[in-house]
């Protein structure tokens, strides 16, 4: 199981993770910010405030972050240049990287591009 599987199965502990962080920094990154708040686009999130289906595009699971970020079959393309060990890593060290914030980013925003089309 990936990095944070129990703990970010439903987003109800993602505040501890942000708290876990360095206090100093700050993401301008709307998507990112996503991540770090549970509160979006995320299919189980929407449920719970606006009566929702829960389930994640792929209709493999419900849409909670975890499944968005990590396991997700048709997100699966922007996984494929992410660090052969990151599945040993701990979530909180994933989001202190770059790498991985910005890959969280691309996730979400594309979870975006799919739920609000232009």
């Known amino acids: ?37 549970g509160h979006g686009v995320f299919p189980c999130h929407q449920a719970r405030l606006f009566v929702k ?12 972050i975890f499944h968005v970020l990590f396991e997700c079959q048709k997100l699966t393309h922007l996984r494929q240049s992410w660090p052969r060990n990151w599945q040993r890593k701990e979530l909180t060290d994933l989001l202190k990287t770059e790498f991985f914030r910005r890959a969280f980013s691309d996730i979400v925003k594309e979870l975006f591009n799919v739920a609000f089309p232009l």
């Open 1 to 37: 199981m990936p990095p944070g599987g129990k703990f970010w199965r439903h987003g109800n502990n993602v505040g501890q993770v942000v708290l876990t962080l360095d206090g100093s920094t700050q993401y301008d990154d709307f998507f990112l910010n996503q991540v770090f708040t």
């Open 53 to 64: 289906d829960p389930q994640c595009t792929c209709r493999r699971a419900d849409g909670s």
